[in-house]
């Protein structure tokens, strides 16, 4: 579904997709919003698998853009220190994955 938003004197299209009511899809511009209404489980079978889950988890935002998870609960769930997911943040930030 196609839709446009006023915003000031600027209209920005947006398109809409629905999966079954599990997925929400909002894309603008070169922006994609994805909200997952149910709950999914995310296997890591590697260091490499380890280190995206780490990354992704820290990259999650509420609907108000607020992070989701904070260094420190990352780091209690891989076992690792908030220095250490600190560590891999700034990394990923400074070099992108690889």
């Known amino acids: 579904m196609k839709s446009n938003i006023h915003i000031g004197n600027s209209i920005e299209k947006l398109e809409e997709k629905n999966i079954e009511d599990k997925i929400k899809v909002i894309t603008k511009e070169n922006k994609m919003v994805i ?10 079978t590697d260091e490499d698998s380890k280190e995206v889950e780490i990354i992704r988890l820290l990259e999650l935002r509420d609907l108000s853009g607020r992070k989701l998870f904070t260094q420190a609960e990352v780091g209690s769930l891989f076992e690792l220190s908030r ?3 600190n560590r891999r943040w700034v990394a990923f930030n400074r070099d992108g994955m690889g």
């Open 83 to 85: 220095q250490m997911i």
């Open 35 to 44: 909200t997952i209404y149910i709950p999914h489980m995310i296997e890591i």
